[in-house]
């Protein structure tokens, strides 16, 4: 049995921008106003990360059109770098990387839910968490288009509140007076200055972008995938990119740069009080808990194919090994539904247990940065190998070739000798924990190569 295709162009476009629209645009504002001395390096840092991503996108739609199954970047590593790469890819996204994620935005999605709801317990934000994904999983379990429509749903519902508050910085809002941009000091000025001031703001804001490899998990269950999803993945990301260049725009409208210096985390409810009046505030908190909320639906969607397509492969390589019940349970297909439901239910499992081990998002996410990007890379520069190789005359093609996925490759490169210099600890324990799958290969080929009488 194989998964089907029932989502269409909508509900692909609303995986798309859900998984990337979180908490991050109500946030990095505040945050990036710390680096940028002025008004036009915050558009600057938002355009440019958004070309960054448009650039990985478009990478990954061809590279979904040559490989149309599900949990893409697993087998573009697999063809282009042999069963090793697929492997440690799959191992660092099962095990670390992918319950990791959805656990940090579970807790996210907690603390918000206490905030809006008055339950100010120190572990209800925990109970809040973990109910969340428990309805995901038992809404992604009754079929693909369960989980598509519930996206549609919420992706709506956040883009309309993101609307809302763009209007009402614009239009309704009364423009605030600056006071001029920050001048800079001797360490800032020159080269060395400038790339630092580079460096800063792309790691800033580039989180905020991410979200849209996560989509490619689906492409197994997309209609017309040659078509429909590169257009969904392009129009997405290039749609996500204006909406954030128009939030900041009508951020800084109301609340100056040097203001936001200062506030970091109350930009966007200023923002709202000064278009709606003193009780957005509260509503903000309701739209950014939503948008959490519709982030983590995402990822409870899309993350549990790809952990089918690299279980799947091994059950067999698994055979007489204590490993075997471990990939034939996550390989586990629905004959009703249609859907992963054994890699849906273990998703849920461990990402809950991660959950309640680490208790806090910032425990979460350093762990898997520098081994997750680093994957990444390696998934865009895998084109070069499988173009030549898979591409047919009907294929969608990367426009710009190869010089869009060259890009991708460069910053990102800098950006992880970055997180390298600058955390050096949290990016080596990450490494170690995704390094930990090399003996579980190694036990997998000699089964392998048991059975076969080598």
Same mark, same amino acid.
Not at 358 to 387: A, E, H, Y
């Given at each position: 049995m194989q998964l089907q295709r029932k989502l269409g162009l909508t509900a692909v476009l609303a995986v798309v921008m859900g998984d990337m629209i979180g908490s991050g645009i109500f946030f990095t504002p505040g945050e990036l106003a710390a680096v940028a001395t002025a008004e036009?390096?915050?558009?600057?840092?938002?355009? +440019?990360?958004?070309?960054?991503?448009?650039?990985?996108?478009?990478t990954l739609a061809e590279l979904s059109a040559l490989i149309p199954k599900a949990g893409v970047s697993y087998h573009a590593l697999t063809e282009a770098y042999g069963p090793f790469a697929g492997f440690m890819q799959a191992w660092m996204m099962v095990l670390v990387s992918g319950p990791g994620a959805i656990a940090g935005v579970a807790i996210l999605f907690g603390q918000l839910a206490n905030q809006v709801f008055g339950t100010g317990s120190s572990g209800m934000h925990l109970v809040w968490a973990s109910s969340a994904i428990i309805l995901f999983a038992l809404i992604n379990l009754r079929g693909a288009e369960w989980g598509g429509r519930t996206q549609i749903l919420l992706t709506s519902i956040k883009i309309i509140g993101l609307a809302a508050l763009i209007v009402g910085g614009l239009f309704i809002a009364n423009p605030a007076e600056t006071t001029g941009s920050a001048s800079l000091s001797d360490d800032e000025q020159g080269l060395t200055g400038l790339l630092r001031l580079i460096g800063l703001g792309v790691a800033i804001v580039l989180f905020t972008y991410d979200g849209w490899i996560d989509a490619s998990n689906v492409a197994g269950e997309v209609k017309n995938p040659n078509q429909n999803f590169p257009l969904a993945m392009g129009a997405g990301v290039v749609l996500i990119t204006l909406i954030y260049l128009l939030v900041n725009y009508a951020f800084l409208r109301v609340v100056p740069l040097e203001v936001m210096r200062e506030n970091p985390t109350?930009?966007?409810?200023?923002?709202?009080e000064a278009a709606f009046g003193p009780r957005a505030g509260a509503g903000l908190n309701v739209l950014m808990w939503v948008s959490i909320f519709g982030a983590l639906g995402g990822l409870i969607m899309t993350l549990p194919r790809l952990f089918y397509a690299a279980s799947s492969e091994y059950v067999e390589r698994a055979a007489g090994t204590w490993l075997q019940p471990f990939f034939r349970t996550?390989?586990?297909?629905?004959?009703?539904?249609?859907?992963? !439901?054994?890699?849906i239910l273990f998703a849920a499992t461990i990402s809950i247990a991660? +959950?309640?081990?680490?208790?806090?998002?910032? $425990?979460?996410?350093?762990?898997? *940065? *520098?081994?997750?990007?680093?994957?990444?890379?390696?998934?865009? &520069? !895998?084109?070069?190998?499988? $173009?030549?190789? +898979? &591409? $047919?005359?009907?294929s969608y093609r990367l426009p710009g070739y190869p010089f869009i996925p060259a890009v991708f490759i460069f910053v990102m490169a800098l950006f992880l000798v970055a997180a390298l210099l600058?955390?050096?600890l949290d990016s080596l324990i990450g490494i170690a924990l995704t390094l930990a799958g090399a003996p579980v290969y190694r036990v997998l080929t000699k089964s392998a190569g048991a059975m076969s009488g080598e």
């Open positions: 036009w390096q915050v558009y600057f840092f938002w355009a +440019l990360c958004g070309f960054i991503t448009l650039c990985g996108a478009l109350m930009v966007a409810p200023m923002v709202a996550i390989s586990h297909l629905s004959k009703t539904k249609g859907v992963p !439901s054994g890699a991660a +959950l309640f081990f680490f208790g806090s998002f910032s $425990r979460i996410v350093t762990f898997f *940065v *520098v081994p997750f990007q680093f994957m990444n890379i390696l998934m865009v &520069s !895998s084109i070069f190998k499988l $173009r030549p190789k +898979l &591409s $047919r005359p009907e600058y955390n050096p």
